[in-house]
């Protein structure tokens, strides 16, 4: 991201990562949640820099992957879960009680959007990307 962009929030830029940092940065975190047979997916409230989802972390959550969890699924635990955990980071910084926990992320953790290859193993695993039923 731009330093420019950068300064114009004094307290700092935050994001909702969907994906449990540092274990899933990138883009699409729940399609490789899944891909990959995580237990776990999570959310992330991170403040941003000038490096894709490395800044200090302000808050996180892990849930579980459950058997049938789809695409769809795990995006809606996501929104769930990291409202939450934005409205309390967006108070600790406004209040400066915040503690930040250091991002390690590093590019072996880096996903990026699948390829089509990638798609065909998650529907041949028998992933979902909603459930009709």
């Known amino acids: 991201m731009k330093r420019q962009l950068l300064e114009a929030a004094p307290q700092g830029a935050v994001n909702l990562h969907g994906g449990y940092l540092p274990d899933f940065l990138g883009v699409f ?5 899944l891909l990959k047979g995580a237990t776990h997916a999570g959310c992330t409230v991170h403040f941003v820099n ?7 972390i302000l808050k996180c ?3 579980p992957v459950a058997a049938d969890d789809t ?3 795990l995006y809606e635990k996501i929104t769930r879960h990291g409202v ?6 967006f108070s600790e910084v406004e209040d400066g009680t915040f503690r930040t926990i250091r991002n390690s992320s590093t590019p072996e953790n880096y996903n990026s959007f699948p390829s ?6 998650f ?5 979902k990307v909603l459930s009709l039923g």
């Not at 975190?29 to 949640?33: A, G």
């Not at 939450?84 to 980071?89: K, N």
């Open 29 to 33: 975190s729940p399609f490789w949640n």
């Open 50 to 56: 000038e490096d894709i989802d490395a800044g200090a």
């Open 61 to 63: 959550e892990q849930f």
């Open 71 to 73: 695409l769809l699924s």
């Open 84 to 89: 939450t955990l934005l409205v309390t980071a």
């Open 116 to 121: 089509r290859d990638d798609r065909a193993r």
């Open 123 to 127: 529907h041949a695993a028998g992933h």
